[in-house]
Protein backbone atom coordinates (compact mmCIF):
# COMPACT_ATOMS: atom_id res chain seq x y z
CA UNK A 1 0.00 0.00 0.00
CA UNK A 2 1.22 3.64 -0.78
CA UNK A 3 0.68 6.45 1.11
CA UNK A 4 -1.35 8.11 -1.04
CA UNK A 5 -3.63 5.23 -0.40
CA UNK A 6 -4.06 5.76 2.99
CA UNK A 7 -4.51 9.70 2.45
CA UNK A 8 -7.16 9.44 -0.54
CA UNK A 9 -9.12 6.87 2.14
CA UNK A 10 -9.01 9.61 4.87
CA UNK A 11 -10.05 12.40 2.74
CA UNK A 12 -6.72 14.24 1.54
CA UNK A 13 -7.34 17.47 1.08
CA UNK A 14 -10.32 17.97 3.91
CA UNK A 15 -10.84 20.48 7.01
CA UNK A 16 -7.17 18.78 8.63
CA UNK A 17 -5.27 19.65 5.41
CA UNK A 18 -6.62 23.35 5.52
CA UNK A 19 -5.81 23.54 9.20
CA UNK A 20 -2.43 23.17 7.94
CA UNK A 21 -2.13 25.25 5.07
CA UNK A 22 -3.53 28.12 7.03
CA UNK A 23 -1.21 28.03 9.74
CA UNK A 24 1.78 27.68 7.40
CA UNK A 25 0.09 30.68 5.31
CA UNK A 26 0.54 32.80 8.02
CA UNK A 27 3.74 31.39 8.76
CA UNK A 28 5.14 32.61 5.27
CA UNK A 29 4.01 36.23 5.77
CA UNK A 30 7.21 37.55 6.88
CA UNK A 31 9.34 36.11 4.14
CA UNK A 32 8.32 38.14 0.97
CA UNK A 33 8.27 40.84 3.40
CA UNK A 34 12.39 40.01 4.63
CA UNK A 35 13.59 38.92 1.06
CA UNK A 36 12.39 42.49 -0.39
CA UNK A 37 13.02 44.58 2.64
CA UNK A 38 16.54 45.71 1.15
CA UNK A 39 14.85 47.52 -1.91
CA UNK A 40 13.57 49.88 0.97
CA UNK A 41 15.80 49.80 3.96
CA UNK A 42 19.05 49.83 1.39
CA UNK A 43 17.41 52.13 -0.72
CA UNK A 44 19.78 54.86 -2.19
CA UNK A 45 18.13 58.82 -1.79
CA UNK A 46 18.90 61.65 -3.61
CA UNK A 47 22.28 63.04 -1.82
CA UNK A 48 24.84 65.58 -2.46
CA UNK A 49 28.23 65.81 -0.30
CA UNK A 50 27.90 67.76 2.64
CA UNK A 51 29.44 71.90 2.00
CA UNK A 52 29.10 72.72 5.28
CA UNK A 53 32.80 72.77 4.98
CA UNK A 54 33.13 75.57 2.65
CA UNK A 55 31.17 77.95 4.81
CA UNK A 56 33.95 80.88 5.14
CA UNK A 57 31.94 82.81 7.65
CA UNK A 58 31.16 85.43 4.49
CA UNK A 59 29.41 85.16 1.21
CA UNK A 60 28.59 81.75 1.14
CA UNK A 61 26.79 82.09 4.54
CA UNK A 62 24.26 84.75 3.18
CA UNK A 63 23.63 82.58 0.06
CA UNK A 64 20.02 80.51 -0.50
CA UNK A 65 20.53 76.71 -0.43
CA UNK A 66 20.14 76.36 -3.81
CA UNK A 67 23.08 78.75 -4.67
CA UNK A 68 25.04 76.95 -2.24
CA UNK A 69 24.80 73.91 -4.18
CA UNK A 70 25.67 75.31 -7.51
CA UNK A 71 28.99 77.10 -5.97
CA UNK A 72 29.60 73.71 -4.22
CA UNK A 73 28.85 71.02 -6.59
CA UNK A 74 29.71 70.46 -9.95
CA UNK A 75 27.44 68.78 -12.43
CA UNK A 76 27.81 65.38 -14.37
CA UNK A 77 27.10 64.65 -18.02
CA UNK A 78 23.39 64.34 -17.86
CA UNK A 79 23.31 67.89 -16.25
CA UNK A 80 22.50 66.58 -12.97
CA UNK A 81 24.42 67.24 -9.59
CA UNK A 82 27.55 64.82 -8.64
CA UNK A 83 26.56 62.95 -5.72
CA UNK A 84 30.07 61.69 -4.58
CA UNK A 85 32.39 64.98 -5.67
CA UNK A 86 32.68 68.58 -4.37
CA UNK A 87 34.74 71.62 -5.16
CA UNK A 88 37.53 72.23 -3.63
CA UNK A 89 36.60 76.12 -2.61
CA UNK A 90 33.54 77.55 -3.55
CA UNK A 91 32.80 78.77 -6.98
CA UNK A 92 31.07 82.10 -6.94
CA UNK A 93 31.23 82.82 -10.50
CA UNK A 94 28.81 80.21 -11.60
CA UNK A 95 25.94 82.26 -9.95
CA UNK A 96 26.58 84.51 -13.04
CA UNK A 97 26.52 80.77 -15.56
CA UNK A 98 23.91 78.76 -14.66
CA UNK A 99 25.62 76.01 -16.69
CA UNK A 100 27.64 75.38 -14.16
CA UNK A 101 30.41 73.76 -16.19
CA UNK A 102 33.85 74.53 -14.90
CA UNK A 103 37.33 73.26 -14.99
CA UNK A 104 37.75 74.30 -10.83
CA UNK A 105 39.38 71.32 -8.81
CA UNK A 106 37.19 68.47 -7.13
CA UNK A 107 37.59 66.82 -4.58
CA UNK A 108 35.31 63.41 -3.24
CA UNK A 109 33.36 64.47 -0.20
CA UNK A 110 34.98 65.40 2.80
CA UNK A 111 32.54 65.64 5.86
CA UNK A 112 29.88 63.10 4.85
CA UNK A 113 26.79 63.31 2.51
CA UNK A 114 23.60 65.16 2.76
CA UNK A 115 20.51 62.80 2.01
CA UNK A 116 16.51 63.84 0.60
CA UNK A 117 14.45 62.12 3.10
CA UNK A 118 11.13 62.96 1.40
CA UNK A 119 10.44 59.54 0.53
CA UNK A 120 12.38 57.79 3.32
CA UNK A 121 13.19 59.33 6.34
CA UNK A 122 15.44 56.43 7.50
CA UNK A 123 17.69 53.87 5.74
CA UNK A 124 20.82 51.26 6.15
CA UNK A 125 22.16 53.60 3.11
CA UNK A 126 21.86 57.36 4.83
CA UNK A 127 22.67 55.77 8.49
CA UNK A 128 25.70 54.24 7.62
CA UNK A 129 27.20 56.57 4.48
CA UNK A 130 26.91 53.49 1.84
CA UNK A 131 27.25 55.16 -1.57
CA UNK A 132 30.00 56.00 -3.68
CA UNK A 133 33.14 54.59 -3.15
CA UNK A 134 30.74 52.27 -0.37
CA UNK A 135 28.32 51.40 -2.95
CA UNK A 136 29.50 48.16 -2.78
CA UNK A 137 28.78 47.64 0.79
CA UNK A 138 24.99 48.49 0.95
CA UNK A 139 24.41 45.63 -2.39
CA UNK A 140 26.18 43.47 0.35
CA UNK A 141 23.64 43.39 2.40
CA UNK A 142 21.40 41.68 0.56
CA UNK A 143 23.95 39.31 -0.70
CA UNK A 144 24.89 38.46 2.69
CA UNK A 145 21.17 38.01 3.42
CA UNK A 146 20.74 35.01 0.72
CA UNK A 147 24.22 33.73 1.87
CA UNK A 148 22.76 33.16 5.11
CA UNK A 149 19.30 31.76 3.35
CA UNK A 150 22.07 29.20 1.57
CA UNK A 151 23.41 27.99 4.41
CA UNK A 152 20.34 27.83 6.50
CA UNK A 153 18.72 25.64 3.18
CA UNK A 154 21.39 22.84 3.77
CA UNK A 155 21.39 23.05 7.13
CA UNK A 156 17.57 23.01 7.88
CA UNK A 157 17.19 20.41 5.06
CA UNK A 158 19.42 18.18 6.51
CA UNK A 159 18.00 18.61 10.45
CA UNK A 160 14.58 18.14 9.30
CA UNK A 161 14.68 15.01 7.30
CA UNK A 162 16.95 14.14 10.56
CA UNK A 163 14.81 15.19 13.34
CA UNK A 164 11.26 15.99 11.33
CA UNK A 165 9.61 18.58 9.82
CA UNK A 166 7.52 19.89 13.20
CA UNK A 167 10.56 20.34 15.72
CA UNK A 168 12.64 22.14 13.32
CA UNK A 169 9.64 24.55 11.79
CA UNK A 170 9.55 26.13 15.39
CA UNK A 171 13.08 26.75 16.14
CA UNK A 172 13.25 28.42 12.63
CA UNK A 173 10.36 30.40 13.42
CA UNK A 174 12.03 31.58 16.63
CA UNK A 175 15.18 32.22 15.59
CA UNK A 176 14.40 34.04 12.63
CA UNK A 177 11.86 36.13 15.21
CA UNK A 178 14.61 36.74 17.75
CA UNK A 179 17.50 37.59 14.88
CA UNK A 180 14.62 39.79 13.01
CA UNK A 181 14.61 42.03 16.30
CA UNK A 182 17.84 42.58 16.64
CA UNK A 183 18.76 43.43 13.21
CA UNK A 184 15.95 46.41 13.78
CA UNK A 185 18.97 47.30 16.98
CA UNK A 186 21.98 47.20 14.95
CA UNK A 187 24.64 50.09 16.15
CA UNK A 188 27.13 49.69 13.50
CA UNK A 189 26.94 48.07 9.79
CA UNK A 190 29.23 45.25 11.06
CA UNK A 191 26.31 44.27 13.40
CA UNK A 192 23.58 44.62 11.21
CA UNK A 193 24.89 42.58 7.86
CA UNK A 194 25.61 39.66 10.87
CA UNK A 195 22.19 40.24 12.33
CA UNK A 196 21.00 39.62 8.37
CA UNK A 197 22.96 36.73 7.70
CA UNK A 198 21.18 34.90 10.58
CA UNK A 199 17.84 36.07 9.21
CA UNK A 200 18.28 34.63 6.30
CA UNK A 201 19.50 31.63 7.87
CA UNK A 202 16.26 30.98 9.79
CA UNK A 203 13.50 32.02 7.61
CA UNK A 204 15.09 29.78 4.86
CA UNK A 205 14.18 26.76 7.04
CA UNK A 206 10.90 28.04 7.13
CA UNK A 207 10.08 28.14 3.46
CA UNK A 208 11.54 24.69 2.55
CA UNK A 209 10.27 23.13 5.91
CA UNK A 210 6.89 24.50 5.43
CA UNK A 211 6.23 23.66 1.54
CA UNK A 212 7.29 19.87 2.24
CA UNK A 213 5.14 19.77 5.52
CA UNK A 214 1.93 21.01 3.43
CA UNK A 215 2.89 18.29 -0.04
CA UNK A 216 3.32 15.32 2.30
CA UNK A 217 0.07 15.72 4.09
CA UNK A 218 -2.22 16.23 1.36
CA UNK A 219 -3.15 13.80 -1.89
CA UNK A 220 -2.29 13.53 -5.22
CA UNK A 221 -5.04 15.63 -7.22
CA UNK A 222 -4.74 18.50 -4.59
CA UNK A 223 -1.08 19.09 -4.94
CA UNK A 224 -0.80 21.67 -7.57
CA UNK A 225 -3.41 23.56 -5.54
CA UNK A 226 -1.27 23.49 -2.62
CA UNK A 227 1.95 24.95 -4.46
CA UNK A 228 -0.39 27.56 -6.03
CA UNK A 229 -1.74 28.98 -2.59
CA UNK A 230 1.57 28.93 -0.97
CA UNK A 231 2.17 31.19 -4.07
CA UNK A 232 0.01 33.19 -3.08
CA UNK A 233 0.76 33.31 0.09
CA UNK A 234 4.12 34.94 -1.38
CA UNK A 235 1.75 37.85 -3.36
CA UNK A 236 -0.64 38.55 -0.54
CA UNK A 237 2.49 39.75 1.56
CA UNK A 238 4.09 41.40 -1.02
CA UNK A 239 1.25 43.36 -1.95
CA UNK A 240 0.68 44.61 2.15
CA UNK A 241 4.70 44.84 2.62
CA UNK A 242 3.77 47.58 -0.45
CA UNK A 243 2.03 49.61 1.71
CA UNK A 244 3.79 48.79 5.29
CA UNK A 245 6.69 49.97 3.48
CA UNK A 246 4.70 53.65 2.47
CA UNK A 247 3.67 53.46 5.85
CA UNK A 248 6.93 52.64 8.08
CA UNK A 249 9.34 54.98 6.50
CA UNK A 250 12.24 54.47 9.10
CA UNK A 251 14.42 51.28 8.90
CA UNK A 252 14.51 49.98 11.95
CA UNK A 253 10.52 50.08 13.17
CA UNK A 254 9.86 48.49 9.02
CA UNK A 255 11.77 45.73 10.40
CA UNK A 256 10.06 45.27 13.29
CA UNK A 257 6.94 45.57 11.13
CA UNK A 258 7.41 42.85 9.18
CA UNK A 259 9.17 40.43 11.54
CA UNK A 260 6.48 40.58 14.18
CA UNK A 261 3.80 38.19 12.58
CA UNK A 262 6.27 35.85 13.64
CA UNK A 263 4.93 36.18 17.11
CA UNK A 264 1.42 34.94 15.75
CA UNK A 265 3.27 32.16 13.86
CA UNK A 266 4.83 30.99 17.50
CA UNK A 267 1.50 30.49 19.02
CA UNK A 268 -0.25 28.68 16.01
CA UNK A 269 2.42 26.03 16.05
CA UNK A 270 1.10 24.03 19.05
CA UNK A 271 -1.95 22.92 16.73
CA UNK A 272 1.11 22.04 13.60
CA UNK A 273 1.01 18.06 12.80
CA UNK A 274 4.28 16.64 11.98
CA UNK A 275 4.23 14.68 8.60
CA UNK A 276 2.50 11.39 9.14
CA UNK A 277 4.84 10.40 6.01
CA UNK A 278 8.17 11.54 7.16
CA UNK A 279 7.31 9.31 10.19
CA UNK A 280 6.13 6.26 8.84
CA UNK A 281 9.66 6.42 6.32
CA UNK A 282 11.44 6.75 9.59
CA UNK A 283 9.80 3.82 11.61
CA UNK A 284 7.77 5.77 13.87
CA UNK A 285 4.65 4.33 13.11
CA UNK A 286 2.68 4.84 16.72
CA UNK A 287 2.88 8.31 16.10
CA UNK A 288 2.40 8.27 12.63
CA UNK A 289 -1.07 6.08 13.77
CA UNK A 290 -1.67 9.12 16.25
CA UNK A 291 -1.68 12.00 13.44
CA UNK A 292 -3.67 9.69 10.71
CA UNK A 293 -6.25 9.29 13.58
CA UNK A 294 -6.53 13.00 14.06
CA UNK A 295 -6.56 13.78 10.41
CA UNK A 296 -9.33 11.02 9.66
CA UNK A 297 -11.61 12.10 12.55
CA UNK A 298 -11.21 16.20 11.73
CA UNK A 299 -11.95 15.24 8.29
CA UNK A 300 -15.02 12.71 9.33
CA UNK A 301 -13.24 9.62 7.45
CA UNK A 302 -13.02 7.30 10.64
CA UNK A 303 -14.66 4.40 9.16
CA UNK A 304 -12.26 3.97 6.53
CA UNK A 305 -9.10 4.52 9.65
CA UNK A 306 -10.40 1.65 11.57
CA UNK A 307 -9.18 -0.46 8.71
CA UNK A 308 -6.16 1.04 9.02
CA UNK A 309 -3.95 -1.61 11.71
CA UNK A 310 -0.37 -0.56 12.89
CA UNK A 311 1.09 -3.06 10.46
CA UNK A 312 -0.45 -2.04 7.55
CA UNK A 313 1.68 1.68 7.95
CA UNK A 314 5.24 -0.67 8.08
CA UNK A 315 4.41 -1.76 4.39
CA UNK A 316 3.95 1.69 3.06
CA UNK A 317 7.82 2.65 2.74
CA UNK A 318 10.26 -0.30 2.28
CA UNK A 319 13.91 0.54 2.24
CA UNK A 320 17.03 -1.57 1.99
CA UNK A 321 17.77 -0.07 5.29
CA UNK A 322 15.29 1.46 7.57
CA UNK A 323 17.83 2.93 10.68
CA UNK A 324 20.24 4.41 8.57
CA UNK A 325 20.74 8.44 8.51
CA UNK A 326 20.30 9.93 4.60
CA UNK A 327 22.85 12.58 3.76
CA UNK A 328 23.84 15.19 1.20
CA UNK A 329 25.82 12.27 -0.17
CA UNK A 330 22.64 9.99 -0.98
CA UNK A 331 22.10 12.84 -3.56
CA UNK A 332 24.71 12.05 -5.90
CA UNK A 333 25.44 8.36 -4.44
CA UNK A 334 23.21 6.66 -7.22
CA UNK A 335 23.53 7.79 -11.38
CA UNK A 336 20.14 9.16 -11.92
CA UNK A 337 19.31 11.03 -7.87
CA UNK A 338 23.08 12.24 -9.22
CA UNK A 339 21.52 13.98 -12.38
CA UNK A 340 18.42 15.03 -10.53
CA UNK A 341 20.41 16.56 -8.11
CA UNK A 342 22.57 18.39 -10.66
CA UNK A 343 19.36 19.56 -12.75
CA UNK A 344 17.34 20.85 -10.02
CA UNK A 345 20.51 22.14 -8.41
CA UNK A 346 21.48 24.42 -11.58
CA UNK A 347 17.74 25.22 -12.53
CA UNK A 348 17.26 26.99 -9.00
CA UNK A 349 20.71 29.14 -9.16
CA UNK A 350 19.29 30.24 -13.22
CA UNK A 351 15.47 30.89 -11.83
CA UNK A 352 16.73 32.46 -8.36
CA UNK A 353 19.24 34.72 -10.06
CA UNK A 354 16.73 35.75 -12.77
CA UNK A 355 13.70 36.06 -10.22
CA UNK A 356 15.99 38.31 -7.92
CA UNK A 357 17.31 40.11 -10.06
CA UNK A 358 13.86 41.33 -11.48
CA UNK A 359 12.05 42.10 -8.03
CA UNK A 360 15.67 44.06 -6.93
CA UNK A 361 15.40 46.40 -9.86
CA UNK A 362 12.63 48.66 -8.86
CA UNK A 363 13.71 52.27 -9.63
CA UNK A 364 14.03 53.89 -12.93
CA UNK A 365 10.75 52.99 -13.96
CA UNK A 366 7.40 55.01 -14.63
CA UNK A 367 6.18 54.15 -11.16
CA UNK A 368 7.73 54.87 -7.98
CA UNK A 369 8.98 52.42 -5.74
CA UNK A 370 5.96 51.76 -3.64
CA UNK A 371 3.39 51.58 -6.58
CA UNK A 372 5.96 49.29 -8.60
CA UNK A 373 6.30 46.85 -5.23
CA UNK A 374 2.79 47.26 -5.54
CA UNK A 375 2.12 46.33 -9.18
CA UNK A 376 5.09 43.66 -8.86
CA UNK A 377 2.76 41.98 -6.24
CA UNK A 378 -1.11 42.09 -8.25
CA UNK A 379 0.36 41.06 -11.90
CA UNK A 380 1.11 37.79 -9.94
CA UNK A 381 -2.58 37.48 -9.55
CA UNK A 382 -3.38 35.98 -12.72
CA UNK A 383 -0.21 34.67 -13.14
CA UNK A 384 -0.74 32.15 -10.69
CA UNK A 385 -4.48 31.91 -11.39
CA UNK A 386 -3.02 30.95 -15.08
CA UNK A 387 -0.78 28.36 -13.02
CA UNK A 388 -3.05 26.33 -11.44
CA UNK A 389 -4.97 25.46 -14.75
CA UNK A 390 -1.47 24.84 -16.72
CA UNK A 391 0.36 22.90 -13.83
CA UNK A 392 -2.28 19.49 -14.92
CA UNK A 393 -2.53 20.82 -18.10
CA UNK A 394 0.57 20.75 -19.76
CA UNK A 395 2.51 19.50 -16.61
CA UNK A 396 4.89 20.99 -14.40
CA UNK A 397 8.17 20.97 -16.63
CA UNK A 398 6.43 22.65 -19.42
CA UNK A 399 4.82 25.34 -16.83
CA UNK A 400 7.87 26.39 -15.88
CA UNK A 401 10.07 26.26 -19.26
CA UNK A 402 7.31 28.14 -20.40
CA UNK A 403 7.48 31.16 -17.87
CA UNK A 404 11.22 31.34 -18.25
CA UNK A 405 11.03 31.82 -22.05
CA UNK A 406 7.82 34.75 -21.40
CA UNK A 407 10.79 36.07 -18.80
CA UNK A 408 13.17 35.76 -21.29
CA UNK A 409 11.34 37.66 -23.74
CA UNK A 410 10.48 40.90 -21.47
CA UNK A 411 13.69 41.04 -20.79
CA UNK A 412 15.19 40.95 -23.93
CA UNK A 413 12.27 43.58 -25.34
CA UNK A 414 13.66 46.01 -22.58
CA UNK A 415 16.80 46.20 -23.96
CA UNK A 416 15.79 47.29 -27.67
CA UNK A 417 13.26 49.56 -26.42
CA UNK A 418 14.25 53.33 -26.10
CA UNK A 419 14.50 54.59 -22.87
CA UNK A 420 12.19 57.02 -23.52
CA UNK A 421 8.97 54.62 -23.21
CA UNK A 422 9.20 54.38 -19.52
CA UNK A 423 5.34 53.47 -19.53
CA UNK A 424 6.04 50.49 -21.59
CA UNK A 425 8.97 49.70 -20.12
CA UNK A 426 7.16 49.46 -16.40
CA UNK A 427 4.29 47.49 -18.04
CA UNK A 428 6.46 44.71 -19.60
CA UNK A 429 8.90 44.46 -16.86
CA UNK A 430 5.54 44.48 -14.64
CA UNK A 431 4.48 41.37 -16.56
CA UNK A 432 7.77 39.78 -16.90
CA UNK A 433 7.97 39.73 -12.57
CA UNK A 434 4.42 38.23 -12.77
CA UNK A 435 5.71 35.22 -14.83
CA UNK A 436 8.84 35.21 -12.83
CA UNK A 437 6.69 34.64 -9.92
CA UNK A 438 4.63 31.97 -11.01
CA UNK A 439 7.39 30.00 -12.34
CA UNK A 440 9.20 30.25 -9.25
CA UNK A 441 5.95 28.95 -7.46
CA UNK A 442 6.16 26.33 -9.89
CA UNK A 443 9.73 25.39 -8.91
CA UNK A 444 9.29 24.67 -5.62
CA UNK A 445 6.07 22.42 -5.79
CA UNK A 446 7.96 20.32 -8.67
CA UNK A 447 10.75 20.49 -6.19
CA UNK A 448 9.00 18.97 -3.40
CA UNK A 449 7.18 16.07 -5.79
CA UNK A 450 10.96 15.01 -7.53
CA UNK A 451 12.61 14.07 -4.42
CA UNK A 452 12.13 10.56 -2.37
CA UNK A 453 10.75 11.14 0.63
CA UNK A 454 14.01 9.69 2.60
CA UNK A 455 15.62 12.26 1.57
CA UNK A 456 13.15 14.81 0.25
CA UNK A 457 13.87 17.65 2.66
CA UNK A 458 17.40 17.47 2.28
CA UNK A 459 16.58 17.32 -1.67
CA UNK A 460 15.22 20.82 -1.41
CA UNK A 461 17.63 21.87 1.24
CA UNK A 462 19.92 21.56 -1.37
CA UNK A 463 18.24 23.27 -4.14
CA UNK A 464 17.38 25.82 -2.10
CA UNK A 465 20.81 26.28 -1.21
CA UNK A 466 21.86 26.84 -4.88
CA UNK A 467 18.65 29.07 -5.30
CA UNK A 468 20.55 31.58 -2.56
CA UNK A 469 23.65 31.27 -4.61
CA UNK A 470 21.81 32.84 -7.62
CA UNK A 471 20.26 35.09 -5.10
CA UNK A 472 22.99 36.36 -3.61
CA UNK A 473 24.61 37.34 -6.76
CA UNK A 474 21.61 39.11 -8.25
CA UNK A 475 22.75 42.43 -6.39
CA UNK A 476 26.11 42.65 -8.02
CA UNK A 477 25.14 41.75 -11.61
CA UNK A 478 22.75 44.89 -11.14
CA UNK A 479 25.78 47.03 -10.90
CA UNK A 480 27.05 45.74 -13.96
CA UNK A 481 25.11 48.91 -15.33
CA UNK A 482 28.40 50.59 -14.75
CA UNK A 483 29.69 49.19 -17.60
CA UNK A 484 26.96 49.02 -19.95
CA UNK A 485 23.53 49.51 -18.69
CA UNK A 486 21.36 47.32 -20.36
CA UNK A 487 24.16 44.37 -19.11
CA UNK A 488 22.34 43.25 -16.20
CA UNK A 489 19.31 42.75 -18.56
CA UNK A 490 21.00 40.47 -20.43
CA UNK A 491 22.60 38.39 -18.06
CA UNK A 492 19.02 37.91 -16.60
CA UNK A 493 17.66 37.30 -19.96
CA UNK A 494 20.30 34.57 -20.35
CA UNK A 495 19.66 32.90 -17.05
CA UNK A 496 16.26 32.82 -17.96
CA UNK A 497 17.27 30.92 -21.26
CA UNK A 498 19.12 28.31 -19.41
CA UNK A 499 16.61 27.82 -17.26
CA UNK A 500 14.03 27.17 -19.66
CA UNK A 501 17.16 24.54 -21.00
CA UNK A 502 17.80 22.49 -17.97
CA UNK A 503 13.99 22.15 -17.24
CA UNK A 504 13.38 19.97 -20.19
CA UNK A 505 16.13 17.63 -19.04
CA UNK A 506 14.41 17.15 -15.79
CA UNK A 507 11.20 14.56 -15.16
CA UNK A 508 7.60 15.21 -15.06
CA UNK A 509 5.85 15.15 -11.37
CA UNK A 510 2.49 16.00 -12.54
CA UNK A 511 0.08 13.56 -11.48
CA UNK A 512 2.34 10.56 -10.40
CA UNK A 513 2.74 9.63 -6.87
CA UNK A 514 5.45 11.23 -5.03
CA UNK A 515 8.87 8.74 -4.84
CA UNK A 516 9.22 7.35 -1.55
CA UNK A 517 12.87 5.62 -1.69
CA UNK A 518 15.80 6.53 -3.22
CA UNK A 519 15.28 3.01 -5.56
CA UNK A 520 11.93 4.52 -6.50
CA UNK A 521 13.85 7.12 -8.75
CA UNK A 522 15.95 4.70 -9.97
CA UNK A 523 14.05 2.48 -11.00
CA UNK A 524 11.97 5.54 -13.28
CA UNK A 525 12.40 5.36 -16.88
Known sequence: MRFESVLTGINGFGRFQKMILAMCFIGRFSIPCHFMLNNFIADVPAHNCDFSSLDDGGVFRNLSMAEKLVVSIPVQEDGTPSSCRMFSEPQYHLLQNSSNFTDARTVPCQTGWVYDNTTLRSTVTSQWDLVCERRGKNKATATIFFIGGMIGAIT?????????????????????????????????????VVLRF????????????????????????????????????????????????????????????????????????????????????????????????????????????????????????????????????DLIRTPKMRRLALGTGLLWICMANAYCGIIFNIKGFWLDIYFTQFAYSL??????????????????????????????????????????????ITVVAVIGKGFSSGGFSALGLYSSEVYPTVVRQIGLGYSSCLGRVGMAVAPFVLLLDEVWKDLPQVVLCCMAMLAAILTRMLPETSNKCMPETIDDIEQQR
Open 156 to 192: FGSLSDRFGRRSMILVSYTSAMLFGFASALSTSYVMF
Open 198 to 329: FTGFSITGIIIISAVLTVEWVDIEHRKLVGVIDGFAWTFASAVFAGIAYLVTDWRWLTVSVTSPLILVIITWWWLPESARWLIANGKHEQAHMYLQRCAKMNQAEDFFDTIKMETLSTIVVTEKRDRTYSLF
Open 379 to 424: IEIPAKIALYFLLDKIGRRSTVVGTQLIIAICLGINVLLPKELSLV
